[in-house]
């Protein structure tokens, strides 16, 4: 889940940093399947709060199918519906395989570890690693590369081993 920011200026050091993370995160997986036996592929995911049901996915996927083709009050009628279900949040996967192997990896997670402090998803709140930004509050390329470095060859060091 993405952490909670409720400080302004956390928020505009985060936006500073999330794309350049991703950035180097993708390039140093790039790295990494380069030197590795597993072969990987990019995915679109849904990442739902914890404890929805499969039922409840299906409701949520079914309204929001029907908001495309519903008239302004129908879509009132479900908007309401949407706003007391668990709804799913965009997320992006590195899928893994190497012979019958299979591994998944989150990329907005691993993005999240290298932007924050000491980044766990059960924690509400996150702080900034500041170390990253520099005295003129721009990102420090060298060390944002070398901790995203760091996170992704752990990444790869806790896949299964072959």
Same mark, same amino acid.
């Given at each position: 889940m993405p952490p909670k920011i409720t400080n302004p200026v956390a928020w505009q050091?985060? #936006? !500073?940093?999330?794309?350049? +993370?991703?950035?180097?995160?993708?390039d140093n997986i790039r790295k990494q399947l380069d030197e590795s036996s597993w072969t990987g592929t990019y995915h679109d995911v849904l990442i739902w709060p914890p404890n929805t049901t499969d039922e409840i996915k299906a409701l949520v996927s079914e309204l929001l199918q029907a908001m495309e083709t519903a008239t302004p009050q129908e879509?009132? #009628? !479900?908007?309401?519906?949407? +706003?007391?279900?668990?709804?799913?949040?965009?997320?992006?996967?590195?899928?893994?395989?190497?012979?019958q192997q299979e591994a998944s990896i989150d990329l907005w997670e691993l993005c999240y570890q290298v932007c924050f402090l000491e980044y766990s998803s059960e924690k509400e709140a996150a702080d900034i690693d500041t170390s990253l930004i520099d005295e003129f509050g721009e990102v420090d390329w060298l060390r944002l590369d070398a901790k995203s470095k760091e996170l992704v060859e752990e990444a790869f060091a806790k896949l299964p081993e072959g």
């Open positions: 050091q985060a #936006e !500073i940093l999330m794309q350049p +993370a991703f950035i180097r995160v993708i879509a009132d #009628e !479900i908007r309401g519906t949407l +706003a007391r279900l668990p709804m799913p949040h965009p997320g992006y996967h590195l899928r893994l395989q190497r012979q």
